[in-house]
C-alpha cells in the first residue's frame, strides 16, 4: 500500500518562506513523477509543481515561477516544494502526489495516489 506522508506546512507572514516535505512508501519511489497540488477554500484543487523521475524536468504553474522550487531526494523518499515570498493567495492545503509514469503532469487524473495534505497560511 502507498503512503504519503505531508509535513511542514503552518502560518507565515507574506513575503516569508516555508518547505514542505512529503515522504513516501509502499512503492519504488524513484520509479515516478512525482508532483504537489494545492486546494484553497471554495476552489478547485490547482496544479502547482511536478517533478520527473529522476528530477531532471520540473514544472510550475505559472503563478509559483520563481518563488517555488521542487525538489526530491530518491534515497529518501521525499519530494520537497521550498516556497518563498509567500503571498497570501498561496493559502492553501497542499498536497503531494505520486505520478503514473516517468515524466510529471499538470493534471490530477496523471497521479494514483494522495497525501492527506498539509495546511499552508500566508497572512499579509
Known amino acids: 500500500q502507498v503512503q504519503l506522508v505531508e509535513s511542514g506546512g503552518g502560518l507565515v507572514q507574506a513575503g516569508g518562506s516555508l518547505r514542505l516535505s512529503c515522504v513516501a512508501s509502499g512503492r519504488t519511489f524513484s520509479s515516478y513523477a512525482m508532483g504537489w497540488f494545492r486546494q484553497a477554500p471554495g476552489k478547485e484543487r490547482e496544479f502547482v509543481a511536478s517533478?520527473?523521475?529522476?528530477?531532471?524536468?520540473?514544472d510550475y504553474t505559472d503563478s509559483v515561477k520563481g518563488r517555488f522550487t521542487i525538489s526530491r531526494a530518491n534515497a529518501k523518499k521525499t519530494v520537497y516544494l521550498q516556497m518563498n515570498s509567500l503571498k497570501p493567495e498561496d493559502t492553501a492545503v497542499y498536497y503531494c502526489?505520486?505520478?503514473?509514469?516517468?515524466?510529471?503532469?499538470?493534471?490530477?487524473?496523471?497521479?494514483?495516489?494522495w497525501g492527506q495534505g498539509t495546511q499552508v497560511t500566508v497572512s499579509s
Open positions: 502526489a505520486t505520478g503514473r509514469s516517468v515524466i510529471g503532469s499538470s493534471r490530477s487524473d496523471d497521479y494514483d495516489y
Open positions: 517533478i520527473s523521475r529522476t528530477g531532471a524536468v520540473t
